[in-house]
């Protein structure tokens, strides 16, 4: 008796007054956990709760997706530059200036008024190369007079009489209109005899055409010239026309004398290899007034005016097979480098100009440097984490929405109406996922869809693929749920079906559900950066962490410019890990069996 009451006075639990707590639960005021007493007042939420801080690994995880979370939706608030903000510096660069190009083709001039086009140019080129003087098109004959080598003087031959020469009768019947004389007779009777196709008389053109056995003697009228010359005006208001081009060349051609007449103007020619200036001659003062060549020079804009003296400095430099030139304006001296492909010349110069500032390293401006646009790597970064995040929890939404409603209507009606919708299940599950996806993706490259519209159609499509899962999960449990006692009851109570479904089923289901969403999210994010990596996902110019790593397409990039494609592959793998790493504390926070 006395050891027991000293056991009793050792006791450091004090005695209760059951009078003063008549009706209180007793609670204990041990610590420990498996204390019978302390679990009692513990809500499942906070057993839960309780059992997910005990996993490390969870609380990792769950830190780990609180800063993915700030960082994309806080940091893109937060960041001073926009998501598609294009940095530039000002620099210079070697930029076209002008394109000569060789010319080695056939060029024509028409007369004005005349009609002359590509197509009668054609026929002209096959009429030279088969060595003819005349050519037909559109029913209309044409004459090919040759002034000098390379130039030629297209005529439009209009017929003017029928002549009958056989057999010593010779006759001449003049069509309506015309009248001929006698020595045109005569001119026309000797050339039939020499085999002459046309003669000049008079400084007129005519052509003999032979019909069967008659003739037709056509008289010719200039209406263009061919030439492989091209003329450069020096005044960009300054028109050649027909006349000026005629006499110039011909000038130039066949002529010693170094000038000519033309509109009442005196022109006089200067000669350099193969190149010729013309100056108008006024009052003894020569003004340049164009150049004459085989080169066509183009300037690469049209605010561009390429002088005269220019393009003669050019024309002497390709002539002397020069890499450079030096041309001295108003403005200064300029260099101008050329390069040449094929017969084509292409003049450069170092010009001041806005640069986009490409491939930047990491700096206190951009913390992860540029990319290839220009764009400031942590800004696409903080928005390409919108994009990942909210396309993985959206398509989960959406995944677990329909599996819910499918699998619970198949596990609590069974029969037929289970048969099918777990035939319809098998059916998306033969469906090949990934490459359905690509298909997808490729169609709407081809549809040229939005990229704000692709993300929609990429969730939709990833959501409505990925629901069997859950589908076939939520059939399971609730088929083991649905006979139990409390079904009983509710279906005793008279109930409608959809509540007895979604408010007492799906419920007790709802555990196993955040589960599978909270792995599922990993599974979607990795599939949105694989698609927006083969470029058919998210497209330019919105940012996601996939096609931030597709910039990066050659090896020479990937070793040099690490800050492009690492930061954004550590960005998934810390994502994909935290999700995984909070799925499987969930996981183990909601199994019963787990030890306390």
């Known amino acids: 008796m006395d050891n027991n009451k000293n056991a009793m006075n050792d006791n ?6 059951h009078t003063a707590n008549a009706g209180n639960e007793h609670i204990s005021t041990s610590t420990s956990l498996d204390d019978e007493q302390r679990i009692k007042v513990l809500s499942p939420g906070m057993l839960v709760f309780k ?12 830190f780990i997706i609180l800063f993915m979370f700030l960082f994309s939706f806080v940091g893109g608030l937060i960041s001073p530059y926009g998501e598609t903000q294009v940095f530039t510096y000002v620099g210079t660069m070697a930029k076209e200036y002008a394109s000569v190009t060789h010319n080695n083709q056939f060029r024509y001039t028409v007369v004005e008024g005349k009609e002359y086009g590509d197509a ?3 026929k002209f080129i096959l009429a030279k190369n088969q060595g003819a003087s005349v050519f037909n ?14 130039f030629y003087r297209i005529t439009q031959i209009t017929p003017i009489a029928n002549i009958t020469y056989f057999r010593g009768i010779f006759a001449v019947n003049p069509i309506e209109g015309n009248e001929i004389s006698g020595t045109l007779e005569e001119a026309v009777k000797a050339a039939i005899d020499s085999g002459a196709e046309q003669f000049e008389l008079e400084g007129d053109i005519y052509t003999i055409k ?3 056995r008659d003739y037709v003697l056509g008289k010719s009228e200039t209406i263009a010239l061919e030439s492989m010359y091209i003329i450069d005006p020096a005044d960009k208001d300054l028109k050649i026309d027909f006349d000026f081009k005629y006499a110039a060349e011909k000038a130039i051609r066949t002529t010693d004398s170094g000038s000519f007449s033309v509109h009442g103007d005196n022109f006089a020619i200067d000669e350099y290899n193969e190149i010729s200036v013309i100056y108008k001659v006024n009052s003894g003062e020569r003004i340049p007034y164009a ?3 085989e080169f066509a020079i183009q300037p690469s804009s049209p605010e561009i005016f390429l002088s005269l003296d220019f393009k003669a400095t050019i024309q002497r430099a390709i002539t002397n097979n020069q890499a450079s030139f030096v041309f001295e304006d108003e403005k200064g001296s300029t260099e101008y480098t050329i390069t040449k492909l094929n017969n084509v010349y292409t003049i450069k110069t170092e010009t001041p100009t806005h640069l986009i500032n490409m491939y930047e390293s990491p700096s206190k401006r951009h913390w992860l440097g540029t990319d290839a646009h220009g764009m400031d790597v942590l800004t696409r970064l903080m928005y390409g984490g919108r994009v990942s995040l909210l396309i993985g929890f959206i398509v989960v939404f959406l995944e677990t929405l329909i599996g819910v409603i499918l699998g619970g209507i198949a596990g609590y009606f069974g029969k037929w109406v289970d048969m099918l919708i777990m035939r319809i299940v098998d059916v998306f599950n033969c ?17 040229d869809i939005e990229p704000q519209m692709r993300i929609y159609y990429l969730m939709l499509v990833l959501g409505v693929m990925s629901w ?5 999960m939520v059939r399971g449990q609730i088929l083991s749920l649905r006979e139990q006692e409390f079904m009983i009851a509710a279906e005793a109570t008279g109930l409608r079906t959809s509540k007895r479904i979604f408010k007492h089923l799906v419920p007790n289901v709802v555990p196993q559900l955040i589960v599978l969403a909270t792995l599922g999210l990993g599974n979607i994010i990795l599939y949105e950066s694989t698609l927006s990596y083969f470029g058919l996902g998210v497209k330019f110019p919105l940012a996601s962490w996939g096609n931030i790593i597709s910039d990066v397409s050659t090896a020479y990039e990937m070793t040099n410019y690490w800050f492009l494609w690492i930061p954004a592959g550590l960005l998934i793998l810390l994502t994909v890990l935290g999700f995984n790493f909070v799925g499987d504390g969930l996981r183990d926070a909601f199994d019963p069996k787990m030890k306390r």
């Open 12 to 17: 450091p639990i004090k005695s209760v007054d």
């Open 51 to 62: 059992r997910f801080i005990r996993n490390r690994l969870a609380i990792v995880g769950f």
């Open 120 to 122: 009668a140019h054609a």
């Open 137 to 150: 098109h559109n029913d209309t004959d044409y004459g090919i007079v040759q002034e000098a080598e390379d």
């Open 210 to 212: 032979r019909q069967n």
């Open 291 to 293: 150049i004459v060549s």
């Open 431 to 447: 469906i090949p996922f990934l490459p359905l996806v690509m298909i997808v993706g490729s169609v709407m490259d081809s549809m």
């Open 468 to 472: 069997t899962g859950i589908a076939r």
